[in-house]
T-cell receptor, first 115, second 111 residues
Framework: EPEVTQTPSHQVTQMGQEVILRCVPISNHLYFYWYRQILGQKVEFLVSFYNNEISEKSEIFDDQFSVERPDGSNFTLKIRSTKLEDSAMYFC?????????????FGQGTRLTVV | RKEVEQDPGPFNVPEGATVAFNCTYSNSASQSFFWYRQDCRKEPKLLMSVYSSGNEDGRFTAQLNRASQYISLLIRDSKLSDSATYLCVVNEGDSSYKLIFGSGTRLLVRP
């Protein structure tokens, strides 16, 4: 079964450092997303990406965040200067088409710990 | 008011029991609805979409009441492997790509 893969599974970084979280969406999917889940809280939308541009972003996704699809397979989330409150599980997801946005496949997540 | 609201549980039921979860959403213009399942420290996985006419997938039945802005999930003949957190998820449709998650309802199925 095709799957979304994320690396690394766990990243520890010092406050103020930049981190890049990587994802390989399912190959024939066109819509890509980043979500995050702070421990014990609900899954929150960060950003969606289609046709090489951001299609929607949340209030959480401020100037410290950016996304990129540097090649035909990878999709990255960069946090420029990490804060303690950025500690969370970050999930990448992809979906096949606009009318299947809700049928998203999630990666196993990257646990980011900011110290 | 929370966008998607769920009873956090936990629901602690014996194997073979029938259990029902409810969810309410605040935006009456929301267009599509889903139940996801999340195991502890794992990613959310789509369980089923929820259609206006209601739909069934094996032991799972989902229903939508647009007038009351209410979604339900019924699990029959619970298995130990059903133990997980069940997430009610809404997409507001049209120009929105985001999924809005509820906080989840935790289910524990005991032998």
């Amino acid at each position: 079964e095709p799957e979304v893969t994320q690396t690394p599974s766990h990243q520890v970084t010092q406050m103020g450092q930049e981190v890049i979280l990587r994802c390989v969406p399912i190959s024939n999917h066109l819509y890509f997303y980043w979500y995050r889940q702070i421990l014990g809280q609900k899954v929150e939308f960060l950003v969606s990406f289609y046709n090489n541009e951001i299609s929607e972003k949340s209030e959480i996704f401020d100037d410290q965040f950016s996304v990129e699809r540097p090649d035909g397979s990878n999709f990255t989330l960069k946090i420029r200067s990490t804060k303690l409150e950025d500690s969370a599980m970050y999930f990448c997801a992809s979906s096949e088409a606009r009318d299947r946005v809700g049928e998203a496949f999630f990666g196993q997540g990257t646990r980011l710990t900011v110290v | 008011r929370k966008e998607v609201e769920q009873d956090p549980g936990p629901f602690n039921v014996p194997e073979g029991a029938t259990v029902a979860f409810n969810c309410t959403y605040s935006n009456s213009a929301s267009q599509s609805f889903f139940w996801y399942r999340q195991d502890c420290r794992k990613e959310p996985k789509l369980l089923m979409s929820v259609y206006s006419s209601g739909n069934e997938d094996g032991r799972f039945t989902a229903q939508l009441n647009r007038a009351s802005q209410y979604i339900s999930l019924l699990i029959r003949d619970s298995k130990l492997s059903d133990s997980a957190t069940y997430l009610c998820v809404v997409n507001e449709g049209d120009s929105s790509y985001k999924l809005i998650f509820g906080s989840g309802t935790r289910l524990l199925v005991r032998p």
